[in-house]
């Protein structure tokens, strides 16, 4: 077969039965044409842009407005939960910080009047909820708890003084009025609840967890690196059910539920453009006897590589220089890093036993699934990972008896654990994955050389929540395109040949909880 001046059938290994929509390779000899490239630059040197690859293969969604909107839903139902800021044992409407956080008065009888405070950790609009090292303020504004109704049981984990985040026990309260539009209490955003005590805690435990002591509301009510979902969870009071009289009459209400919220990205223009002289372009070389071909391997690997750096590493916005506005699209360390969960990673120190940790906070069933998250690694971490997958020398072994003693002593030994192991390996979309086996699902992880000389170790990407956009609309498509001959002999009268790429297109970010970053 003859080359054309791509090369791609000669010298990239495609035949015309690659072309998915069959017929002979591209012939960019034709001047002044435009040809849609878009469905194949993702085949180009997949190795190294493998998140475009993947992105461009399961989530292409053409776009016809270059800022483009989206919508964010979030269930409600694992959302009712709150945080008691403030306990009064009584009837009385206080209001006072002072009498309010003096959780002695949790010491109620069962049957005995309370009034509780309770604000929330995540945006009630919305139920933009806390990450691992991107929280939500207790009580910030727009986190008020709307889900609280008459006839709910409420569990309210308790301790004994200096216990904070440990429950201990748990009192119950039957709720009897709501008032959603209290006053912010202890300077956060709260709802007042009246209710019945039904459950008193045992002897001496009387401090409630979401308080530090008996008089402070704890300034550590966050997701931290340290944190996760289930120790949080001690801290925070539950709904466990309703109990209605026989015989009883509709209440008429019902939660007050957003669980949608919006999102806007940006398109991005990405352009290359290269020029020969006709002389250069006539004349045969050794090795690479057609030139002109060589340069535009280079040229559409290239701009494939600017659009993985973009989708890694790019800050949305708008920018005005000279004059002139530039638009930019998100990438993904940005809006991970800002809005998404945070970990550290340091190969000398982090154990397989931290890292476990760390996928139980991110791994949360509620927000997030292993088999939809793809993780991509820079090199150094993934030979590292490879490590605390190999079952020789970190994860299984022979359950080993220390020095001098029949004894299995466990700092001598992995006793048989294998809570990282390597499962396998495949390609997907021409991507190389390897499987880890985890407690808490098949980890994906592939290789990425972007994120090589970057603060980044770890890039965790749930697939379901991002999306490749290019500019498509009034038959006009601004995803990857070859601009043949936009300068030429023929058009200009100078003697050379100008083509040029470009791709308009950007990145859709949604979801924050459902992604990560080890840095």
Not at 93 to 120: C, E, R
Not at 255 to 281: C, H, I
Not at 306 to 319: F, H, N, R, T, V
Not at 471 to 491: A, F, K, P
Request: net charge negative; charged share 20%.
């Amino acid at each position: 077969m003859a080359s054309t001046p791509l090369a791609l059938s000669a010298q990239s290994g495609w035949t015309e039965t690659d072309h998915p929509r069959g017929g002979s390779p591209l012939d960019t000899g034709d001047l002044r044409r435009k040809y849609n490239f878009g469905d194949r630059l993702s085949e180009l040197a997949i190795a190294q842009d493998p998140f475009f690859r993947l992105v461009s293969k399961v989530a292409k969604s053409p776009t016809d407005d270059p800022e483009f909107k989206f919508t964010e839903k979030r269930n409600s139902f694992h959302k009712r939960y709150g945080y008691v800021i403030g306990f009064h044992n009584g009837t009385a409407d206080v209001t006072d910080d002072a009498t309010l956080v003096n959780t002695s008065d949790a010491a109620v009888a069962a049957g005995g009047a309370v009034q509780i405070y309770v604000s929330a950790d995540y945006k009630s609009a919305g139920n933009i909820g806390s990450r691992i090292g991107n929280a939500v303020a207790v009580g910030a504004s727009g986190t008020k708890p709307r889900f609280f109704l008459q006839n709910q049981i409420i569990r309210i984990p308790v301790s004994d003084t200096g216990s904070y985040g440990v429950a201990e026990d748990y009192i119950l309260v039957h709720v009897q009025t709501v008032d959603n539009d209290q006053a912010d209490v202890a300077s956060k955003e709260c709802v007042q609840i009246n209710g019945t005590c039904i459950k008193a805690a045992g002897s001496g435990k009387t401090e409630l967890t979401s308080f530090e002591d008996a008089t402070t509301l704890s300034t550590t009510l966050a997701l931290s690196t340290s944190i996760g979902p289930a120790e949080l969870a001690s801290t925070q009071c539950h709904i466990v059910g309703t109990s209605y009289e026989e015989g009883s009459s509709l209440l008429g209400s019902t939660w007050d539920d957003q669980p949608y919220s919006t999102g806007s990205g940006l398109v991005q223009t990405f352009r290359d453009e290269f020029g020969m002289t006709n002389k250069a372009r006539a004349t045969v070389l050794k090795y690479d006897p057609n030139e002109f071909a060589r340069v535009w391997r280079e040229h559409l690997v290239a701009h494939k590589w600017d659009i993985e750096q973009a989708a890694l590493y790019g800050s949305q916005g708008k920018q005005t220089i000279s004059s002139k506005e530039y638009w930019y699209t998100q990438g993904a360390v940005d809006y991970i890093v800002n809005y998404g969960n945070v970990f550290a990673l340091d190969h000398a120190t982090k154990s397989s036993d931290s890292f476990l940790d760390d996928m139980s906070k991110f791994l949360d069933p509620r927000y997030n699934s292993a088999n939809a998250t793809v993780f991509f690694c820079d090199t150094a971490t993934y030979n590292w990972m490879h490590k605390l997958s190999g079952y020789f020398s970190n994860n299984v072994g022979m359950v080993n008896p220390g020095s001098g003693t029949s004894t299995p002593n466990p700092s001598d030994s992995a006793l048989g654990r294998a809570d990282f192991a390597m499962a396998g390996k495949r390609k997907v979309f021409g991507v190389d994955i390897t499987t880890i086996s985890t407690p808490y699902g098949d980890m994906n992880v592939a290789r990425n050389v972007h994120l090589d000389g970057s603060d980044v170790k770890i890039l965790g990407v749930n697939m379901r929540y991002v999306k490749y956009r290019p500019l498509v609309g009034n038959g006009v498509n601004r995803d990857t395109s070859v601009y043949v001959g936009v300068q030429s002999l023929e058009n200009s009268g100078v003697d050379k040949r100008v083509d040029m790429i470009l791709t308009e297109a950007g990145f859709e970010w949604s979801m924050p909880e459902s992604h990560v970053v080890w840095k």
